[in-house]
């Protein structure tokens, strides 16, 4: 494992503690305080745990190394989403299914960067026109199964164990996340970034 990929893991895991303690500051506030010290370390380890399984099947270092650059381009989803909530006021209906939108493509772009250059680590610009029309096409059924899934939380089921709507969006909006991960992984390593 490179020492790269180390600082890399230790900075994800420290921006994404943040979100969580902005989050939950008022549910947990004595509670939450230990994550920016826990997940960096916890992110360092489980990549380093990945590279070392990694050694035998590289898929297995590939994913974790993924997984964390899509933590990372969740957070720009999350964060460009939360300011067009704050900004207009709402977050249900459809400046919801918008926003979602918006933001979702704003991270893709991010996170095409940091998958070309550190998950998958193709460092050729040549066929660059090509390599990123396809990342665009895996990318926009993501984003159908993104805000599809975002949107049926947000707008059809509703806020549920008493979290607000801005919670609940930003429920709606992780959920979402998760479902397209092995989508994008499967499409980014077999068609845009196959060495």
């Known amino acids: 494992m490179k020492k790269r990929d180390a600082v890399v893991a230790a900075l994800i ?67 460009i989403l939360n300011v067009l909530i704050l900004i207009s006021g709402t977050a249900v209906g459809f400046s919801f299914s918008l926003f979602k939108g918006i933001s979702f493509i704003f991270a893709t772009c991010a996170k095409y960067f940091g998958d070309k250059l550190w998950v998958f680590e193709k460092k050729e610009m040549i066929g660059l026109a090509k390599e990123f029309s396809q990342f665009f096409l895996v990318t926009l059924g993501g984003l159908l199964i993104n805000v599809s899934t975002a949107s049926l939380l947000v707008n059809s089921v509703g806020p549920k164990f008493g979290f607000s709507l801005e919670l609940w969006a930003n429920f709606g909006a992780i959920v979402a996340a998760f479902t397209t991960v092995i989508w994008n992984f499967l499409g980014y390593k077999f068609i845009v970034f196959k060495k």
């Open 13 to 79: 895991g420290e921006l994404t503690s943040w979100y969580f303690v902005l989050l939950f500051r008022s549910l947990a506030p004595r509670i939450i305080w230990f994550l920016p010290v826990v997940f960096p370390l916890l992110s360092v380890f489980c990549l380093w745990l990945a590279f070392l399984l990694g050694k035998k099947f590289l898929f297995v270092f590939q994913a974790a190394k993924f997984l964390l650059m899509g933590t990372l381009t969740t957070l720009v989803d999350l964060a």
